[in-house]
């Protein structure tokens, strides 16, 4: 129960990894918010019995107006903001190409959601954790970012961008005990993951070059996530730790 009273958002949390991320912290006590465009009251019932209390709230993170309110019925239902676990993110359902056939408005839209929506949720949550002095934020990148995984080149740049950020925000929180860190996910078996193409594409690839020679699983990264919102990572900002079964070194 090592986040037991506090509170954290998770975006993209109805599905995945973010669901798992919003199962770890509601089983260790922390209240929780389920914050997704669509299964987020789904996602929250089904975590209803955790240790801790869980409420799902719609967010669009592509919003500037989506965001402000999501933040507003946090603080209105909860009283503080103490973690922001920055998931949602256009993934698997992408269909992998050469980048020729990429258009400048799936680049758009891609950024606006993957890099665009991180930040709008960091604006939005910093004004209450600074003036707390105390804030956890945890990004989700993507092992693609360190690879140059050829077939998505829209998403590896925006979480390439994930990286850069991470590294910058912990500067410039860092005189407010905000730490700001990153975890960096292999090719997880996500549920969107199995229902796309993505699956039967590049899992053989990634098991392959893992140390630990296995799939990886949502809970795998839950794990990671959670790590930096507690005590023990309270001297640790700016970082990326790659939960993918030993594939990146750096």
Known sequence: MKVAGKTAIVTGAAYGIGFAAARKFAEEGASVVIADI??????????????????????DVTSDSSVAELVSETLTRFGSIDVLVNNAAISAELLPGPFESQSVEDWRRVYEVNAIGT?????AVSPHMRARKWGRIINIASGTAFKGVPGLLHYVASKGAILSMTRTLATEFGSDNV????VSPGFTLTE???????????????????????????????????????????????????????????
């Open 119 to 123: 930040f709008r949720m960091c604006r």
């Open 179 to 182: 730490l700001v860190n990153c």
């Open 38 to 59: 669509k299964g987020h009251e789904r996602a929250a019932a089904e975590l209803s019995k955790c240790a801790g209390t869980v409420v799902g709230l719609y967010a």
């Open 192 to 250: 969107s993951v199995l229902e796309s193409q993505l699956g039967a594409t590049y899992s053989p690839q990634a098991v392959a070059t893992r140390i630990i020679k296995r799939e990886a699983h949502a809970v795998n990264v839950a794990n990671a996530i959670y790590f930096f919102a507690t005590d023990e990572a309270s001297f640790i900002t700016g970082q990326t730790l790659a939960a993918d079964g030993g594939s990146v070194f750096h």
